[in-house]
């Protein structure tokens, strides 16, 4: 078995615990951006909603302003946004580099687009269970708390899925500019006539990848009724 | 228990739409009492208006004797959020109001992940009930609308009456005085209207409570109001008993809401086209008689045949109960020399009569 790897991806075999260090960066990566993308994303999401002409607690400032903020970061490519998050992440956590390096611009990345997947599904609850709760007394928190989040568990869950692939797709990015990780990984070698390397990270990113989105599929099945 | 006094509502600024003109209704204590109108006539504007949902742009609502909203007129002014002496109940207050006014609708507005004891526990929250008290609570309110093995089923397993239950049994939650249905049978079919309707009428005679039935099928109001506004174009134009707007309908719209329940215009339908059924001869006259509580029962064509020596042939007839009271009319051919001393007697009797063709 060993022998026949070794003839097939002899560079993955020369360094496997390289490999295996590379794969832990990325799990701390997403294992720290993804919790807190969530409650931020889930935050502003809501607040957009919640802020919306005809909402809840309608605000125009406020609606404008994180609406506004949003599409600013979507707009901006990641490894863009990377390099310019760069000078913050120095000034936040102490470094630009590394597992720590990397959360900043991972969360300026991943939380508008969140905010916004959470904003659309919030969007599918008909508009008459929100009729339906004010006309039984609910007051704007107790709607969007008992109504819009609690119905759009699904879409969320949905959205929180493809939010954590890409969010895999942004460690890779960020590896390149110096977070580590499998994207780092892959880069650093596979460029140097080891293609085998950045084929044997592809297929890692591609087990996860699918993991999540199955698990994600029956979350979101499972609170569908 | 429910008072609205010249209530208006106009959608989106000064040349907005005036959904609901001027409008101004009592509605007794105990009362079923509906309002029905064509689509867009601002039924279901008017309704939100008793709780608030959409507040008026003037007129003054009051539920239970508490004023939700006395909004004065001010000429354009009155679109301004800052019109003079307006009185608005505080928003916490109007919350508590509302959990008095229960509200069903045509699309249920049940919470799809919710479970049937879950949606109907739903306005309970903050009752002040403990968990005991609210499930006994609940299983009561099941058993009232007849849905008490229904509890752990989610509403995408019930069929649309079985939804509609669950949504009056959530409504009821909090042991309302005022039940408003908002077109709560439109998406039924005729046979689970009859049982919803049934069922409503049911907890009305039970518990007294004040019901509004919004609707635009006579057979509705037909079926259970005591009394009845007829809305056209944002106003009311025709407001009373069930019976006497029935039996002596004054505006067009009314008339025709009346005609839809009932086969006696149909022959309308049959003189335009020609029919062969409604060809005469000369001299005979197709004629609608309608009659109302006192003449029902008296045997008036027997009457007028005897003494006029008229030969009637009768080409419809309908006979209702409305409100406990008949209601009935016929379409016939009269034909004989006396058919207008015939027409003349029935008048005396206070049968209406409407000449539609003469031969």
New interface residues.
């Given amino acids: 078995m060993a022998e026949f790897l070794n003839s097939i991806i002899p560079n993955v075999m020369s360094k496997p615990d390289l490999l295996w260090k590379a794969f832990v960066e990325t799990l701390q990566m997403l294992a720290l951006t993804a919790p807190i993308s969530f409650l931020l994303g889930l935050v502003l999401g809501v607040a957009v909603v919640a802020a919306k002409p005809g909402g809840v607690l309608r605000n125009k400032w406020v609606y404008l302003l994180v609406g506004k903020v949003i599409d600013l970061f979507r707009s901006i490519p990641f490894i863009l946004l990377a390099l310019i998050m760069m000078e913050l992440s120095r000034l936040v956590v102490g470094t630009a580099t590394g597992v720590k390096g990397a959360i900043i611009p991972l969360l300026f990345g991943t939380v508008p687009f969140f905010a916004r997947q959470v904003e659309t599904a919030m969007a599918e609850v008909?508009p008459?269970?929100i009729?339906?709760?004010?006309?039984?007394?609910?007051?704007p928190w107790?709607i969007l708390w008992?109504?819009y989040l609690?119905?759009s568990?699904p879409g969320i869950v949905r959205g929180g899925t493809i939010t954590l692939v890409s969010l895999i797709g942004f460690t890779a990015m960020a590896g390149a500019i110096g977070a580590g990780g499998l994207g780092n990984f892959a880069i650093s070698y596979g460029t140097r006539h080891q293609m085998d390397v950045a084929y044997v990270v592809i297929l890692i990113i591609l087990v996860m990848v699918s993991l999540i989105q199955t698990v994600g599929n029956r979350i979101a099945k499972k609170?569908?009724? | 228990m429910i008072r609205l006094e010249h209530v208006s509502k106009i959608f989106g600024g000064k040349a907005g739409v005036h959904a609901v003109r001027d409008v101004s209704l009592e509605i007794a204590p105990g009362e079923i009492f509906g309002i029905i109108g064509y689509s867009g006539a601002g039924k279901s504007t008017l309704v939100r208006c008793i709780?608030l949902?959409e507040e008026p742009t003037c007129g003054k609502v009051t539920v239970d004797g508490q004023v939700l909203a006395d909004i004065p007129a001010a000429g354009e002014k009155a679109l301004n959020e800052q019109v003079r002496g307006a009185v608005r109940m505080p928003?916490?207050q109007l919350?508590?109001?509302?959990?008095k006014?229960?509200?069903i609708?045509q699309?249920f507005?049940l919470?799809?992940?919710?479970t049937v004891a879950e949606n109907v526990a739903?306005?309970l929250?903050g009752s002040g009930l403990s968990r005991e008290a609210a499930a006994a609570k609940v299983t009561g309110l099941l058993e009232l609308v007849g849905l008490p093995d229904k509890a752990g089923a989610?509403?995408?397993q019930l069929s649309g009456g079985q939804k509609q239950r669950v949504a009056i049994a959530?409504?009821l939650a909090?042991d309302p005085k005022v039940l408003?249905c908002d077109e709560a049978t439109s998406a039924l079919d005729p046979q689970t209207t009859q049982s919803i309707l049934r069922l409503i009428r049911d907890i009305n005679q039970k518990t007294g409570i004040t019901v509004v039935v919004i609707t635009h099928e006579m057979a509705v109001v037909k079926e259970i109001c005591h009394k009845v506004a007829v809305m056209d174009g944002g106003r009311v134009v025709e407001e009373g008993r069930v019976y006497d707007v029935f039996s002596n309908p004054r505006e067009e719209v009314t008339r025709s809401f009346i005609a839809t329940t009932s086969n006696l215009s149909k022959v309308e339908e049959l003189i335009e086209a020609n029919d062969p059924m409604v060809a005469l001869e000369p001299g005979e006259l197709i004629v609608r008689l309608s009659y109302g509580r006192n003449n029902v029962s008296e045997a008036t064509i027997s009457e007028i045949s005897r003494r006029f020596g008229v030969d009637v042939s009768i080409i419809y007839s309908n006979m209702e109960i409305l409100d406990g009271a008949p209601l009935g009319g016929l379409v016939a051919i009269l034909s004989g020399e006396k058919g207008r001393e015939a027409i003349g007697y029935l008048s005396e009797k206070n049968v209406v009569v409407e000449v539609l063709k003469r031969g």
């Fill in positions: 008909p008459g269970l009729e339906a709760a004010e006309s039984m007394g609910c007051g107790d008992r109504v609690k119905e568990i609170a569908t009724h | 709780n949902l928003q916490a919350r508590e109001m509302r959990k006014i229960g509200m609708f699309q507005n919470m799809p992940s919710r739903f306005p929250k989610y509403p995408s959530r409504a909090n408003l």
